[in-house]
Nanobody, 120 residues
Framework: QVQLVESGGGLVQPGGSLNLSCVASGDMFGINAMGWYRQAPGKPRELVAAITAGGSSNYADPVRGRFTVSINYAKYTVYLQMNSLMTEDMALYYC??????????????WGQGTQVTVSS
């Protein structure tokens, strides 16, 4: 089994920054991609950003240019640097890991989530 521990969420003013971290542990065999999803109240979960063990990444359109996903695969850790935060970014952010970027949402392992609140 894989366990995920997320950290870094909190309250930030619009325009501010946060850096999320997620450390994975356990049986990481077959885990080749890590990333972040989010869910705002009343909305479905959506991919934010994902990255492979080799460093290939993709982003959702609303966050491209503001968020940066990075990985230290040797430490099974994925990061999400979030800049220029907007109220629309307020959500519960989930760390997700899986076999690939394309499949991890449906068949991967999900963390418990860390809340990001953007408010003045």
């Amino acid at each position: 089994q894989v366990q995920l521990v997320e950290s870094g969420g909190g309250l930030v003013q619009p325009g501010g920054s946060l850096n999320l971290s997620c450390v994975a542990s356990g049986d990481m065999f077959g885990i080749n991609a890590m990333g972040w999803y989010r869910q705002a109240p009343g909305k479905p979960r959506e991919l934010v950003a994902a990255i492979t063990a080799g460093g290939s990444s993709n982003y959702a359109d609303p966050v491209r240019g503001r968020f940066t996903v990075s990985i230290n695969y040797a430490k099974y850790t994925v990061y999400l640097q979030m800049n220029s935060l907007m109220t629309e970014d307020m959500a519960l952010y989930y760390c997700v890991v899986g076999p690939s970027r394309a499949t991890m949402g449906a068949s991967g392992v999900w963390g418990q989530g860390t809340q990001v609140t953007v408010s003045s």
